[in-house]
């Protein structure tokens, strides 16, 4: 026997603890964990590497940078 297809539907109250977070200005300092030569442009300069996790709404990061994840990476260029 071979299962293909599987749907289930639910309904549930939720009660949510997580509050939306306020934007506020910030430069991302808490979330910067490196500086390192990064080729940009043809040629390596030196970028701050960012965790995404510790940036919060608000946060202004100006490049060359680098915001790195476990799945991912965004290169903001000079």
């Known amino acids: 026997m071979e299962i293909v297809n599987l ?3 639910m309904i ?5 603890t997580h509050q939306r977070a306020r ?5 991302g300092c808490g979330a910067c964990y490196a500086e390192r030569d990064v080729f940009f442009d043809g ?17 202004a990061i100006s490049g060359p940078a680098m915001i790195t994840e476990y799945s ?5 260029p000079l």
């Open 12 to 16: 549930a109250e939720v009660n949510p």
């Open 72 to 76: 991912a990476a965004t290169a903001l």
């Open 23 to 27: 934007a506020r200005a910030g430069d």
């Open 43 to 59: 040629r390596f300069v030196k970028a701050r590497l960012y965790h995404r996790d510790g940036l919060v709404p608000g946060d």
């Open 7 to 9: 749907r289930m539907r």
